[in-house]
């Protein structure tokens, strides 16, 4: 039951942010999310090693779109000001919520870097692509090259969420 409520609750606030910015109603991805979080350490975990995992990834994640805007990639929509590089919060908010799928409806991923780096490699491309058919996000490049570094980008990042959740847990000696 746990995993169900992990997976749902978390693509049902990933469509909250996608269609709030849409919607033009930015901040309900992100109430939407932390709704989630609340509820998934309330209900489903007291492991709290993974709060560090998701506030870590949720900087790394920001990090990472905010420089795939800064080198024009691809455009938010749903920034913080029209003038900000900064990947905005319903992005930080994806992030965060996907982190805390790790250890539960994602978990058979754990010690598969190679089923991880395909899963980066395929599904953070067909995020990107459905942000850009709901008008969350634009490409500022050619798409084919936009698709390519979201897929690199992913195809890392994803094994090595992975990776530093074995070492946390490892850390805190769970």
Same mark, same amino acid.
């Given at each position: ?116 780096? $395909?899963?980066? #490699? /395929?599904?953070? !491309? @067909?995020? *990107? ?9 634009e490409f ?11 897929? $690199?980008?992913? #195809? /890392?990042?994803? !094994? @090595?969420? *992975? ?10 000696g769970s």
């Amino acid at each position: 039951m746990k995993n169900i409520f992990n997976i749902v609750g978390f693509q049902l606030s990933w469509w909250g942010c996608v269609l709030g910015v849409k919607s033009g109603i930015v901040y309900l991805g992100p109430v939407l999310m932390s709704i989630f979080l609340i509820l998934h350490f309330y209900f489903y975990t007291s492991d709290y090693t993974e709060i560090r995992l998701i506030i870590l990834f949720g900087l790394i994640g920001t990090m990472i779109d905010t420089s795939m805007a800064y080198y024009g990639i691809f455009n938010y929509n749903g920034t913080y000001t029209p003038t900000t590089f900064i990947a905005p919060l319903w992005i930080t908010s994806m992030w965060c919520g996907f982190s805390a799928t790790v250890n539960h409806s994602l978990s058979w991923l754990k010690n598969r870097y190679f089923a991880s780096i $395909l899963l980066g #490699a /395929v599904s953070g !491309p @067909l995020s *990107y692509l459905a942000g850009v058919k709901f008008g969350a996000i634009e490409f500022s490049t050619l798409p084919i090259i936009a698709i390519g570094v979201v897929a $690199l980008f992913y #195809a /890392v990042t994803i !094994p @090595l969420i *992975y990776w530093v959740n074995e070492r946390l847990i490892k850390n805190n000696g769970s």
